[in-house]
């Protein structure tokens, strides 16, 4: 498990515990976030590669 | 065929500019920016402290690669001094350049305290990577650094400093620290925090002077107490760049007035991030600004597109005490109800019909935000 850390905003995505609040569940690999997903705290996208790995 | 200009690399024209070229590639495209052009996140310059993350480590990519992801030109270190709506053109550093389609992405700047002493000049703000090179430069091998201004800026900037070893003073004049956005025992969650986390906090009181002194400076306050620091730092708020676009007779109110569709008063002139007053909304955060540069980008590629803003939480980067607040528009009628959690704050503000307005997490309770956003009225729906 990854963790994914937005470049805009500092926010972080944790592969292991998911967002499941946002319908996203724990154990979500980055890849498998769909394309139209954006950061929850900025709005950039996720098309726009701007997560980049912190931590493996 | 004459440019799209960009005036400005923060993150509304570069991010309006990685937007315009998703829709099209062919477009001659120019920003122009009075610093170097290198690209940043500024709102990771309030929290890149304790993560070790130098300036330069902050910056990206340079002017250089921007400009070829881009397929851009990028002047940078070059000052728009005039825009002449009638001709769609601009003065830069004394020569006229034309433009299809004028994008004002000017920012805002810090609001200058009224000091006396002779150490007043040397109060440092930090709105730009090149100021924040010097703030590290000014607090290096230092352990002492007073803070004016218990807004957002000030208290991320305060938690940054306690959590890599500084001791903070931190001079508000309201009764609590970020008291415009945040009920008060939200405020007092956050003021609680930082006090445990090594801020000691001056409340009700404002900065007269600041004196050099040996090793540093001394500030005098308002209710005529001192302290001493050995860097001062500024944050009592922002004021958004309005200037250029005023003395061009273009409507300004606080900020440049643009309508849903980001245009000013004057044809082909448009506005978005800091120095841009949308619907008579200033919002100086990064969430507004992005819809604002897909909306445009749109726009300027031949589909006028009005920008919708959702509810828009903003999360405040104080790791001691998380906060989320989304606060209710202003005049918006009805009350906080406020449940003091014992590892949190959950404040919601909800009108007569008992629906949801607006709230205020701290703690553990921010965990709801995205829940209770979903709740919310759009801020322009």
Redesign the interface.
């Known amino acids: 498990m990854k963790k994914w850390e937005c470049v805009v905003c500092g926010f972080v995505y944790d592969e292991a515990v998911g967002m499941p609040e946002d319908g996203i569940a724990a154990g979500t690999r980055w890849e498998d976030i769909p394309e139209d997903w954006a950061c929850p705290e900025c709005g950039v996208a996720k098309a726009d590669f701007e997560m980049v790995q912190i931590a493996a | 065929m004459e440019p799209i200009i960009i005036v400005g690399s923060g ?1 509304a024209g570069y991010t309006l500019a ?1 937007e315009l070229r998703k829709l099209d590639a062919e477009t001659p495209l120019t920003l122009i920016t009075a610093d170097d052009g290198r690209f940043y ?1 500024k ?2 310059l309030s ?1 890149a402290l304790a993560a070790g993350k130098s300036a330069d480590a902050l910056a ?1 990519a340079d002017a250089a690669r921007m400009a070829e992801q881009l397929q851009a030109e990028i002047l940078t270190h070059a000052k728009v001094e005039a825009i002449d709506p009638g001709a769609r053109s601009i003065t830069v550093d004394g020569r006229p350049r034309g433009y299809r389609k004028l994008v004002l992405a000017l920012g805002a700047d810090p609001v200058r305290p009224q000091l006396a002493g002779d150490g007043a000049a040397e109060v440092l703000s930090v709105n730009d990577l090149a100021d924040y090179a010097r703030f590290r430069r000014a607090i290096e091998n230092k352990r002492r650094v007073a803070i004016m201004g218990g807004g957002l800026i000030g208290c991320e900037f305060a938690n940054d400093l306690v959590a890599a070893g500084y001791r903070v003073d931190l001079i508000h004049p309201a009764a609590h620290p970020l008291e415009r956005l945040l009920p008060a025992p939200a405020a007092e969650a956050l003021g609680d925090a930082l006090a445990r986390a090594g801020v000691t906090w001056h409340l009700g009181a404002s900065v007269s002077r600041v004196d050099k002194a040996a090793g540093g400076y001394r500030l005098t306050l308002s209710d005529g107490s001192a302290l001493e620091a050995e860097a001062v730092l500024s944050a009592i708020g922002l004021r958004p760049r309005a200037d250029l676009a005023r003395a061009a007779g273009i409507d300004t109110g606080r900020g440049i007035r643009v309508d849903r569709r980001l245009q000013s008063s004057a044809p082909d002139v448009y506005a978005l991030g800091d120095c841009a007053e949308v619907e008579g909304l200033l919002l100086p955060f ?2 507004p600004l ?2 604002a540069a897909r909306a445009l980008a749109k726009t300027l590629t031949g589909t006028p597109t009005e920008v919708v803003y959702p509810a ?1 939480p903003v ?1 405040v ?1 104080t790791p001691a005490c998380p906060l989320a607040v989304a606060p209710p528009s202003p005049g918006a009628e009805g009350e906080w109800h406020i449940d003091d959690e014992a590892d949190g704050v959950c404040a919601l503000f909800r009108d007569a019909q008992g629906r949801l307005r607006g709230f205020a997490l701290a703690g553990a309770a921010t ?5 209770l956003a979903q709740q919310l009225p759009a801020v322009l729906p």
């Open positions: 993150l990685r996140s709102p990771m929290n990206t990064v969430m992005m819809q828009m999360v980067k965990t709801k935000r995205s829940a």
